[in-house]
């Protein structure tokens, strides 16, 4: 038995949460997130509170599910209250990132510009031009866009250029040493 899935989850004010068979919708004061429920696991609404637990019936999928479901679900009202925040940094000579509208423009030491399309929900603002912060209420989608950003040139170990998260540490390697 999930020890996470047996907590409650506790819906502060503002949130509300209906469910229409096997999808859950949160809405909170900065938006709304929508979710499918997997089969085997039930979901409880209950004064203020939120209970996630298997079905009698549901075999070992509901039982393996059902923490996952109840982190899923923190996570979704979490997101409408509060949002979440990543912060990405530039290292390089030359490396330097602009926002456009709803366009991520980046300059990283290749021949040509990456112009990155974030995705409906995801806000991106730029400090000094190497700093970029990405807001928005589904940390999942934020997670992903993260990723894929850092993936156009991710900080290399030898001189430490690159994406990375603010909160990373590069392991730093020495270079070749001049043969005599």
Do not use: W
């Amino acid at each position: 038995m999930s020890r996470i899935g047996k907590l409650p989850i506790r819906l502060p004010a503002g949130v509300k949460v209906n469910l229409r068979g096997l999808e859950i919708e949160v809405t909170g004061n900065k938006g709304t997130l929508k979710r499918e429920i997997p089969s085997g696991v039930v979901v409880e609404v209950t004064d203020g509170n939120v209970v996630v637990s298997p079905e009698a019936t549901g075999g070992k999928k509901g039982k393996a599910l059902y923490g996952l479901t109840r982190t899923l679900i923190s996570n979704m009202v979490v997101g409408v209250t509060n949002g979440y925040t990543k912060v990405l940094e530039i290292s390089g000579v030359g490396y330097r990132a602009d926002v456009r509208g709803n366009t991520l423009h980046l300059s990283l030491g290749y021949s040509h510009p990456i112009d990155y399309k974030l995705p409906k929900g995801i806000e991106a603002a730029v400090d000094k031009q190497n700093r970029i912060t990405l807001t928005g209420i589904d940390k999942e989608l934020l997670g992903m866009t993260a990723a894929s950003i850092r993936d156009f040139r991710r900080c290399e170990p030898y001189k430490g250029k690159g994406i990375r998260y603010a909160d990373e540490v590069v392991r730093r390697k020495v270079g070749k040493a001049g043969v005599k």
